[in-house]
């Protein structure tokens, strides 16, 4: 008889979370088919609840366009909602268990197109955190990411410096995360006016990215002196060795 290796806690997780998110899409599915249906045949609409904290009632409406419109628009908070929790909650695993499970996971139903109503594709977010872009840089191939992200995949996160002075030290093999075309960061760009657009219209989430930023850069910088303390000796290079 054939073993069968013990399953770990991340395949049950994983197994739980996806098929939660199948009964998410179908409650989306099934809510926005009657909208269309009744839309079109201007018959009375009743509406199950969505299984998430939104406030949709078990109420009948007449097919008037407002009712109609204001329904539609409870059904894309409901995706909006869901697809928040989900990043939520992959992030907070990855953290805890110190791994990328989450974010592989999370990646994998976006490329695949498995939950499209919960994970639908956002221009304002990076495809490496899955996050709002913070301080957004385009690369010369055309994507965009945050630039903390962008330096991590060319392995630059522990970088010290101005992002353009970053830039130049980047070696020409280093490729585009999502391309994987090379030679993609010597002339890239910082999109300032697209991070004050993201800084404008979500000043909570930005906020949080910053904190975070600012304190994973103080604690760089204080390991540094450190380092250069025990050296006695000021000349360190520009990227801590780890």
């Known amino acids: 008889m054939a073993r069968h290796e013990p399953r770990s806690a991340d395949d049950w997780f994983f197994e739980v979370l996806n098929a939660e998110l199948k009964l998410i899409d179908r409650q989306f599915e099934s809510a926005a088919r009657q909208?269309?249906?009744?839309f079109d045949k201007g018959q009375s609409l009743l509406l199950k609840p969505l299984l998430c904290c939104l406030p949709l009632a078990s109420v009948a409406l007449r097919a008037h366009p407002?009712?109609?419109?204001?329904?539609?628009h409870w059904c894309q908070e409901y995706a909006k909602v869901n697809a928040m929790g989900l990043?939520?909650?992959v992030k907070k695993h990855d953290k805890?268990?110190?791994n990328k499970e989450g974010q592989k996971f999370l990646q994998a139903c976006w490329m695949n197109g498995n939950h499209g109503p919960s994970l639908a594709e956002d221009t304002f977010r990076c495809s490496i955190c899955l996050d709002l872009l913070y301080k957004p840089l385009g690369l010369t191939c055309g994507h965009v990411f945050c630039t903390p992200c962008a330096l991590g995949a060319a392995g630059m996160r522990n970088a010290l410096g101005t992002t353009h002075a970053i830039l130049q030290h980047i070696k020409p093999r280093a490729a585009c995360p999502e391309c994987r075309r090379t030679g993609v960061y010597l002339e890239a760009v910082q999109l300032k006016r697209a991070g004050q657009l993201i800084q404008k219209r979500w000043p909570e989430d930005f906020a949080k990215r910053e904190e975070e930023e600012n304190a994973r850069l103080a604690d760089m910088r204080r390991k540094l002196q450190e380092q250069r303390a025990?050296?006695?000796d000021g000349s360190w290079g520009f990227v801590l060795p780890y």
């Open 87 to 89: 990043r939520k909650i």
């Open 96 to 98: 805890v268990y110190g």
């Open 35 to 38: 909208l269309i249906k009744y």
């Open 230 to 232: 025990a050296a006695n």
């Open 66 to 72: 407002e009712e109609l419109a204001e329904q539609a």
